[in-house]
């Protein structure tokens, strides 16, 4: 099937995809932020720049989009008709790319979490694979002192 743009509207097109703050990112990011978690964002220091990074407890999360890392089984990660070579190989790089990284994270001591792009249309379902990834929040002296928790913060 050919492609319906021409050489230079692709590459206008492809010029436009972003390698971060991604939809899917940004899904991620503002459902940890109203959980109560405070993160790093493409943390340099973690292993394999993950797009979000929580350092005090050595996990990280890398929020991958179907298509460009090939979600085994998803409807999204379809290979293009149009040089279908050039794309294989592309997707092969990215997969073997994302297989070091996590192999690497977890040598070091770090938990990875693998959130796909189909996974951020059911917030419920995430939310509850996130927490049970991170576990509690945990609040710093100021933020506590800004939440009023009731008679529980009176009982003693």
């Known amino acids: ?11 206008a097109h492809m010029a436009r995809i972003k390698r971060a703050h991604t939809k899917p990112e940004m899904i991620v990011r503002r ?8 993160f790093k964002l493409q943390w ?16 990280i999360i890398f929020v991958h989009g ?19 070579p050039f794309w ?7 997969r073997a790319r994302d297989a070091r990284d996590l192999e690497r994270a977890s040598s070091d001591g770090w938990h990875s979490l693998v959130v796909w792009e189909c996974e951020t249309r059911d917030e419920t379902n995430l939310a509850e694979r996130l927490r049970a990834f991170i576990g509690p ?14 008679p529980l913060a009176r009982s003693s």
């Open 88 to 94: 294989e190989e592309k997707f092969e790089r990215n």
């Open 31 to 38: 459902l940890l932020h109203r959980l109560g978690y405070r």
């Open 44 to 59: 340099k220091a973690a292993p394999g720049r993950p797009d979000v990074a929580f350092p005090g407890r050595r996990s």
């Open 66 to 84: 179907c298509f460009w890392h090939q979600h085994e089984g998803c409807k999204l990660a379809h290979v293009p008709a149009t040089r279908r």
């Open 137 to 150: 929040v945990r609040l710093d002296r100021e933020s506590a002192s800004r939440l009023d928790l009731g």
């Open 1 to 11: 099937m050919p492609d319906r743009l021409t050489s230079a509207q692709r590459s």
